[in-house]
């Protein structure tokens, strides 16, 4: 859910939900470490929908610390026809993962688009894949959210509502029963090239006048929503890692300084501390995984995105993961059949 809300009062990229990158998942095969799971989500409200078939959407890895993509999963979709959506799956490495059109190796071609219970995987030499509906993984008790803080007539978080106290929270995950349109890969751990460490991060463009669009990103998770206003979440949803800190460190900076009452001082160390900017999610696979090396599927992330946030006010929620994790590829869980309609 990194990206549901696009701001408090945002809509998704283009109106678009099919748009809407909301999780970046990294984490080693449990059974095997030589072997790296990637995730990305998008989609989450949707309503019988797909991939975008004018989309470009990828998943990126700089393995050599310039913030600038060394190795790329690109995928491209077919319109869906008779309950059935294709995709195209390149491998780019080089040049080639940092141009915009879809380039490098064709490892998956015309493989579907999982819309039912049971996923379809993919096997292509060392490579898993698999495109489709699942089970969101990711909680909140957004409600609760909403009575720790100060808003805008439900636009940005602007402070905190008092003394956090934690019978504000209401106990009821928002996303417990909610699905997601998912691109997970497993792959090589040797692919990525890592030494010791990759930064990862999702990015989907649309094609407008034959010409391909950033409109989404992501990275660290919910870090973009806590951090920046709806005037300043479109521009960095558009913009590339490589900028972040030039344009945007002084926004987080604020951000920690009005909620947390951080100094200056504390508020860059803490992001620092935390590698938020590039928004770049860091894993080194030599280490234990979980958030911030990585992010595991029952990684509580708002929990550890509101204490920094808060300068460590915030009390926890007291939620759980989701327990309808698979133990195999692609470990999220079975779509919910009759999913809780959007939030309004």
């Known amino acids: 859910m990194s990206n549901h809300f696009t701001g408090l009062n945002l809509g998704p990229p283009e109106g678009d939900t099919r748009l809407d990158l909301t999780d970046l998942y990294a984490f080693q095969v449990p059974t095997d470490p030589s072997r790296t799971v990637l995730i990305l989500n998008c989609n989450s409200f949707a309503k019988g929908a797909e991939f975008h078939p004018d989309a470009v ?29 294709l995709a195209n799956v390149y491998l780019a490495k080089g040049a080639d993962a940092r141009q915009a059109e879809p380039a490098g190796e064709l490892i998956f071609k015309d493989i579907e688009v999982s819309f039912g219970s049971n996923p379809r995987v993919f096997t292509s030499g060392p ?24 808003h805008e007539g439900g636009k940005n978080f602007t402070g905190l509502e008092g003394s956090p106290d934690p019978n504000r929270w209401t106990g009821k995950d928002l996303f417990a029963n909610y699905n997601v349109f998912s691109m997970a890969f497993e792959v090589p751990t040797s692919l990525l090239g890592a030494n010791p460490r990759v930064r990862i991060w999702g990015r989907v463009s649309i094609r407008r006048d034959g010409e391909l669009i950033p409109v989404d990103r992501a990275g660290h998770p919910t870090f973009a929503n806590f951090f920046f206003t ?8 558009r913009s590339e890692p490589v900028h972040d800190r030039e344009r945007f460190l002084d926004e987080a900076v604020h951000s920690l300084e ?22 770049m999610l860091s894993f080194d696979p030599s280490k234990p995984g979980g958030y911030p090396n990585g992010r595991l599927l029952t990684d509580h992330v708002v929990a550890r995105r509101l204490s920094i946030l808060s300068h460590g006010k915030i009390p ?29």
């Open 57 to 85: 959407y990828r998943i990126n890895i700089d393995n050599d610390s310039d913030a600038e993509n060394d190795i790329s999963f690109v995928l491209v979709f077919s319109e869906r026809r008779d309950n059935r959506q």
């Open 258 to 279: 009005h909620v947390g009452d951080y100094s200056d001082e504390e508020a860059r160390a803490a992001i620092d501390a935390e590698g938020l900017l590039p928004d």
């Open 127 to 150: 490579y898993k894949c698999f495109l489709g509906l699942r089970s969101d993984a990711f909680f909140i008790d957004f409600a609760g959210i909403l009575n720790m803080f100060d």
């Open 230 to 237: 709806d005037e300043v979440k479109p521009e960095f949803d």
């Open 316 to 344: 926890t929620d007291g939620l759980k993961p989701h327990s309808d994790l698979l133990f195999e590829f692609p470990y999220l869980g079975t779509p919910h059949e009759h999913p809780d309609p959007p939030p309004a």
